[in-house]
């Protein structure tokens, strides 16, 4: 199975900052990868798919990068919003496999 | 507009079954690969797997801790997906989501969600 390595496990952050998350896997990707925003009590939402592309409707200041084994999610201003917790998914291969996640938390 | 909506869930005691189900709208349910996501109680998401379409024989695949005990099937003709769960343990406590497979352009990951249903495995 591949693993999805991904760091910081939880972050304190102010409204403003800009912040990285990063995903490593065990394998090789390509491109195969999503991030996903969940907020306490919900489903999770997809932000970016296939490494960097932009979902519909997410707004512009988060992006995705990286191809191969490590991957990152940029937001370049954090908003009072984002504040949740984010996660990777690898489908290049079966099993899926998500990264454990990363808490966004309030300075 | 897309939606997902699950239904079935409960408490089940160890060693039982269950079956949850998915309904979908919004769009057309037969051009999709359907996935199955799980997370317990404060923990990460876990996937579980995963049916493919008509086209692809409505081939299935599973997550190891999943894998001869759960069943991913769906209808479209009632634009439904289905997880049969036998012999559940406690650890198989979680929310359950269902979620759709764009399967275009190479993206495989899940772009919609159902609003999750708890299962509950307990004595």
């Known amino acids: 199975d591949i693993q999805m390595t991904q760091s910081p496990s939880s972050l304190s952050a102010s409204v403003g900052d800009r912040v990285t998350i990063t995903c490593r896997a065990s394998?090789?990707?390509?491109?195969?990868l999503g991030w996903y925003q969940q907020k306490p009590g919900k489903a999770p939402k997809r932000l970016i798919y296939?490494?960097?592309s932009l979902q519909s409707g997410v707004p512009s200041r988060f992006s995705g990068s990286g191809s191969g084994t490590e991957f990152t999610l940029t937001i370049s201003s954090l908003q009072p919003e984002d504040f949740a917790t984010y996660y990777c998914?690898?489908?290049?291969?079966?099993?899926?496999?998500f990264g454990g996640g990363t808490k966004v938390e309030i300075k | 507009e897309v939606q997902l909506v699950e239904s079935g869930g409960g408490l089940v005691q160890p060693g039982g079954s269950l079956r949850v189900a998915c309904a979908a709208s919004?769009?057309?349910?037969?051009?999709?690969?359907m996935d199955w996501v799980r997370q317990a109680p404060g923990k990460g998401l876990e996937w579980v797997g995963r049916?493919?379409?008509?086209?692809?024989?409505?081939?299935?695949e599973y997550a190891a801790s999943v894998k001869g005990r759960f069943t991913v099937s769906r209808d479209d003709s009632q634009n439904s997906l289905y997880l049969q769960m036998n012999s559940l343990k406690t650890e198989d406590t979680a929310m359950y989501y269902c979620?759709?497979?764009?399967?275009?352009?190479?993206?495989?990951?899940?772009?919609?969600w159902g609003q999750g249903i708890l299962v509950t495995v307990s004595s």
């Open positions: 979620g759709r497979v764009p399967g275009v352009y190479g993206d495989y990951s899940l772009d919609y």
């Open positions: 919004g769009f057309t349910f037969s051009d999709h690969y």
């Open positions: 049916i493919k379409k008509k086209n692809n024989s409505y081939t299935t």
């Open positions: 394998q090789v990707l390509g491109n195969e």
């Open positions: 296939t490494a960097s």
């Open positions: 998914l690898q489908h290049n291969a079966y099993p899926l496999t």
